[in-house]
């Protein structure tokens, strides 16, 4: 009986350096030796083991598979705790939605508030990606009135867009955020320029 106990001190001391090299968690390793003992001393006592340190290996081995394979993606997770806060906060998808068609809704509006050439520049240049003198020359205008429509019709859009680009856009239809009316953007003449 001594040299049973014996052996299995023995068998205990080698086990736990096997298995504490093929496992992560250090606090695996009793519950696995553990284990081996009880599936090893559960044998039928008349199946002669030949190798009785290869058959407790074996065991512990098929135990950490077993282990391996039990683990779903939470046991291999961050720990919650440990995450910053702003990490996991994400806006509301509905409100994100609704800024989206208000910028829509400003943008077409602010479209529909340039002159007609000016829109329609604007619209070959920036929509269809034609260059300015592509553009000149489908409008019969030179490339220097492209570049002006470009310039009032960004300024414009900048001005009307910007307070949905800063996020101040609340309430833009009444108090200090531009009027409710539409301005027509207009550009002026030449004689009227140097008048």
Not at 9 to 16: A, C, P, S
Not at 133 to 156: C, E, F, G, N, Y
Not at 158 to 164: A, D, E, K, V
């Amino acid at each position: 009986m001594e040299q049973r106990r014996q052996n299995l001190r023995e068998f205990e001391i080698r086990l736990r350096s096997f298995v504490t090299s093929r496992v992560s968690n250090p606090s695996d390793v009793d519950d696995i030796i553990q284990e081996a003992f009880l599936r090893f001393c559960s044998v039928d006592k008349d199946d002669a083991i030949g190798n009785p340190l290869g058959y407790l290996y074996r065991i512990a081995l098929n135990i950490i598979i077993d282990r391996a394979r039990r683990r779903t993606p939470l046991t291999n997770s961050v720990d919650i705790d440990g995450v910053a806060e702003n990490f996991l906060a994400t806006g509301p998808l509905q409100e994100q939605g609704r800024e989206l068609a208000d910028l829509q809704r400003a943008y077409h509006a602010a479209l529909a508030e340039l002159s007609p050439r000016c829109a329609q520049v604007f619209h070959l240049r920036r929509h269809r990606s034609m260059t300015a003198p592509d553009v000149a020359a489908r409008l019969s205008i030179t490339t220097r009135m492209v570049q002006k429509h470009m310039v009032i019709a960004m300024a414009h859009l900048q001005n009307r867009l910007g307070p949905f680009l800063h996020g101040n856009h609340a309430g833009l239809s009444g108090e200090g955020g531009g009027s409710s009316v539409p301005v027509r953007c207009q550009m002026a003449s030449s004689s009227q320029a140097h008048a």
